[in-house]
Structures are given as structure tokens and as C-alpha cells.
């Protein structure tokens, strides 16, 4: 088992940025993270994820170049740094882990979840 928590979230400005932090404890070994959002009235989307070493990251097409994963395994913890925040950023996001060396877009190939962080943009 591994436990998820997300922070970070808050109300940012259009242009502006935030990072977003995934820290994980538990039974921690290699996996994949995913950046998963949720807007209101809206189905779950994939962000991004990164491999176990952070030497390979993906991203949605729509959200190269603003968004970048990164991780630190010594802290169990996996950054999402997101630039010039647009308004339809507005979403929940959550991280969840996959124990697995293949990647994957799909929320249904992941086997854990943290809890969500708000993140807001608006003027």
C-alpha cells in the first residue's frame, strides 16, 4: 500500500504559477506518477506522468511547455510545476501510483490516489 497526499492547490491569477506537490509514504518502491485533473461537471484528465527514475516524462498534448513533472525519490515526492495558468486550468488535481514499468493515460491503470488539491484561476 501506498498513501498519496497532494498540496499546493490554491487560487492563482491567469499567467500566473503554481507547483503542485505529491508526497508519498508507505510502501514505497518503483512506480509510475500520474497528474490526473478534475474540472466541475467535467470527466477525469490525464496531465502527465514520470517514470520511476524521472528520466521520462509525458505529457497531454494540450498542456506541453506550461506543465513540467519532475520527482525526488529521496523525499518520495513528485512535483507537477505549472506556468501561465489559464482560466480552464480551474480543476481538482489529483497524483496517483502505478506499479508498473509501463506508462499509461488511463485513470484506470492506476492503483492509488491522493485525496485532490484545488487549484483555481481566476481574476
Known amino acids: 500500500q501506498v498513501q498519496l497526499v497532494e498540496s499546493g492547490g490554491g487560487l492563482m491569477q491567469p499567467g500566473g504559477s503554481l507547483r503542485l506537490t505529491c508526497k508519498a509514504s508507505?510502501?514505497?518502491?518503483?512506480?509510475?506518477v500520474g497528474w490526473f485533473r478534475q474540472a466541475l461537471g467535467k470527466e477525469r484528465e490525464f496531465v502527465g506522468r514520470?517514470?520511476?527514475?524521472?528520466?521520462?516524462?509525458y505529457y497531454a498534448d494540450s498542456l506541453k511547455g506550461r506543465f513540467t513533472i519532475s520527482r525526488d525519490n529521496s523525499k518520495n515526492t513528485v512535483y507537477l510545476q505549472m506556468n501561465s495558468l489559464k482560466p480552464e486550468d480551474t480543476a481538482v488535481y489529483y497524483c496517483a501510483a502505478r506499479y508498473s514499468a509501463v506508462g499509461t493515460n488511463s485513470s484506470a491503470d492506476y492503483n492509488y490516489w491522493g485525496q485532490g488539491t484545488q487549484v483555481t484561476v481566476s481574476s
Open positions: 514520470i517514470n520511476w527514475t524521472g528520466s521520462s516524462t
Open positions: 508507505g510502501h514505497t518502491f518503483a512506480y509510475i
